[in-house]
Every structure is written in C-alpha cells, then in structure tokens.
C-alpha cells in the first residue's frame, strides 16, 4: 500500500516510524516532512492545507491512504474535500470529516456536544463582543483562577488561565479584539477545575472504537509548570493515577457517549480522537477535544503500540475496527521536547543540530529540523523529541535525559523536572 502522512512535526515522524514496519506497506510519503521524516520516507513539499496540490499527489504516485497529522486540513475539509470528488472514491482517509473536526475546530461547540451528550466537563460562557458585560458577569460568579480559551484554533496557545479578575477582564478584552486572531471572535469562559490532567486517545470508524495508551504532558515552558503555554514540552505514558477504575469511568462516562453522539450527529468520523481530562478527586472531566493525535503525546504512545498501526488505519478508515484488538507494549516511555530559545515567544532558526546520531539507546523524533548544506538545522520552535522506554516513567525520563545530553544547538533549552508531580 502506497501512504501519505501529511504533517511536519514529531507526531507525523512517530507515525512515519511506525507505519514505515509494517508488511502491506509499499511506498510512504510525508508532505512536509522533516529532516527525520526524509531518513524512513519519502518528503513532500506539499502545504498541508493545499488541497488541489495533494489530489495531484495522490492520482500520481497511487496513494491508497492519506493520515492526517495536523488540525488544520481536517478542520478546512479535507475529507470532505476528496468525498466530493468520485475519482476519489476508493481513497482511504484517517481523520473525521469537517463536522467531525468542529470538535476541535471549535470550543463552544464542543461545550455545546459534552452538555447535550452528558459528558462531564466543567461550566462554561461563550463570550462574543457583544455580551461582554455579561461575560464579565459571569466571571464574577467563579472562583479564581479564570480559565480563558479562544474559541477556534490558536496552535495550543489560546488558553489563558489567570488568578486576577480585573487581569482576566482585560485578557477577555483582548482576545475579543483580537490577540489571537480569527480564533478569539469567540471565547469560551471556563469553571476552572482543580485536578491533574491526562490524555486519552481513541481510534474510531465512527461506530466501533480501540483505545489507545494513555499519557500526560507537560504544557509549561518552566519548571514546575511555570510561564507560558507551549505545543508541549514533554510526555509520559502510562500514567500513574490511570489504574482500572479511573479507566473505566472514562470510557462508560466519556468514550462511549462521545462515540454515541459522533454517530447521532451525522459526523463521518474515521480517525483519532483527543480526549484531554482532568482527575478530579478521582473522577475524569473532559477539557477538550482533538481531532488527530496529540504532540508529543504521540511521541510515546505509538512507540507502545506493538499492533501493526498501518492495518489499524486501514480498518478505521474502511469502518471495519469491529472486534479489532491493541497489543501495547507494558513498558513504560517518556519524551523531553528540545526547543529553540526564546520559545514560545520569538526564537531563531537555522541552528547546526549535532548529537543526534550519538544517541543509541532512545528514538530521536525530529518536530521542527530541516537539512541545509548537508546539517541538520532547526527550522521550529520545537526542534527533537527525544524518547525513551523504562521500567516505570522515571527510568524511561533518566534515558531520555541522557541521551538530550549529547545533543546540541545553540540556546537549546528542555525542561528537566518532567513527572515532578507524579512522585
């Protein structure tokens, strides 16, 4: 089977990786791609969101199946896109369609599917400019922190959560006139919930669903989850609060009514989806939805998939996941994220990567690397993703420390207090 992975970060080199062993593949593309993708595939200098550029890509290399890493060409319409067109109607997609992809696409929409499905999430407002005052109203019913997210897609960085109410007015005021563009013409005001977050994935065709590894990330730039949002600065799987019973109440109460609702609203959904939550004195909150794996979640729970991923896609798409089973492998994986100073703020590019072909005892995942003149450069905030296998969470942390050590760029900095909380 000929395949094309549209992305460029380390979520599509996990999935390039893992896809690249299996027996049924012939041919695999990435459009991008990156300076790892390039080493197991073939990269493509395709926009992800370049529609018109990728059918052509498709009739003349025989792609079979299309996965869909990034948010973006779901949300725009990219299955929709080739459903419409019958010279495309044997063409496999991994990803939902664009009535799917509004989960993520957008948050007061998602409110709006937890509340009628009954799924448990916290109280919310949707604020638009002209019920500001009333937004601000609200926001005085709540006890601090404040919890402010752009309605739309802001690269995971339009989530505010603020201590001070004039501070959170204000920040509203903003997002509303814009901070972050498009995506803040609404803002959806949240009841903060006070517990520890976990990400759970489920691969889906719509009616019948597998579930995958659960992980944890780390969204901080600082330690001990201070500063600023980021895409993400590391991961770990399992997760130590993740026992039977949590998992349980998280697919009676949140897996299969979302599926359930997926199927009462009409959604043709074969793919992913991101179920970010929150523990709450033992009992699981949904945060939000994705749509397609999150990074770099993905760069841990792939690598434990023993399971054939590529006939896993196949299935999702072809809506065949009935009775189909996941072989996880039971050990332990973590992954530290290296990224450009500065992030996620205004960093440089172009810095000579070295080090990486000294690591031998992780998977070195490439998120933002391009090669120039025979280097391999940083061309992203967030450069490698370095991940490790262990005993437990902490032993496969320490490897993927040790292995970080032998690479550098200049100004590369990584968090190095990961699972700090989970001692």
Request: a negative charge; hydrophobic letters at 40%; charged letters at 25%.
């Amino acid at each position: 089977m000929n395949v094309l992975i549209l992305g460029s970060g380390g979520r599509e080199h996990a999935f390039a990786n893992q896809i690249a062993k299996s027996n049924i593949l012939k041919k695999l593309y990435v459009a991008p791609g990156n300076a790892g993708t390039e080493k197991i595939a073939e990269n493509v200098n395709i926009p992800v969101t370049d529609f018109i550029s990728i059918s052509e890509f498709v009739t003349k290399n025989n792609i079979e199946l299309i996965v869909v890493g990034p948010e973006d060409p779901l949300v725009a319409g990219i299955v929709d896109f080739f459903k419409s067109k019958s010279e495309f109607s044997g063409l496999l997609i991994a990803g939902p369609d664009k009535a799917g992809a509004i989960l993520e696409g957008s948050k007061d929409y998602a409110k709006e599917f937890m509340f009628k499905y009954n799924i448990p999430t916290a109280g919310y407002f949707c604020a638009v400019p002209e019920n500001y005052d009333n937004a601000v109203e609200y926001m005085t019913t709540l006890n601090p922190p404040y919890v402010l997210k752009a309605d739309g897609l802001a690269a995971g960085k339009g989530v505010l959560i603020i201590d001070n109410i004039e501070e959170a007015e204000s920040e509203l005021k903003n997002m509303l006139g814009g901070k972050f563009g498009n995506a803040g013409n609404k803002v959806v005001i949240e009841e903060y919930l006070d517990g520890i977050e976990c990400s759970v994935f489920a691969l889906t065709d719509g009616e019948s669903y597998v579930i995958l590894p659960e992980a944890k990330d780390y969204k901080r730039i600082g330690e001990n989850n201070t500063g600023l949002n980021t895409g993400g600065m590391g991961a770990v799987s399992p997760v130590p609060f993740y026992d039977n019973e949590f998992a349980q109440k998280v697919e009676e109460r949140i897996i299969k009514p979302t599926i359930a609702g997926i199927q009462k609203e009409n959604m043709d959904y074969r793919g992913f989806v991101f179920f970010g939550l929150m523990n709450v004195n033992g009992d699981p909150y949904v945060i939000e939805y994705n749509v397609r794996m999150g990074d770099p979640e993905t760069e841990v729970v792939l690598p434990r998939i023993k399971t054939d991923l590529l006939t896993l896609l196949i299935a999702a798409a072809k809506k065949e996941l009935k009775n189909k089973t996941v072989e996880i492998d039971q050990r332990s994986a973590a992954t530290i994220i290296l990224v450009s100073g500065g992030y996620p703020e205004a960093y440089e590019k172009n810095k000579i990567i070295s080090g990486i072909d000294e690591v031998k005892d992780s998977i070195v995942f490439h998120s933002g690397t391009t090669n120039k003149d025979g280097n391999i450069v940083s061309s992203g905030g967030r450069v490698l993703a370095v991940s490790s296998f262990g005993t437990n969470i902490f032993e496969a942390l320490q490897q993927s420390y040790n292995s970080a050590s032998k690479i550098n760029f200049d100004k590369m900095y990584y968090r190095k207090d990961l699972g700090f909380d989970l001692k």
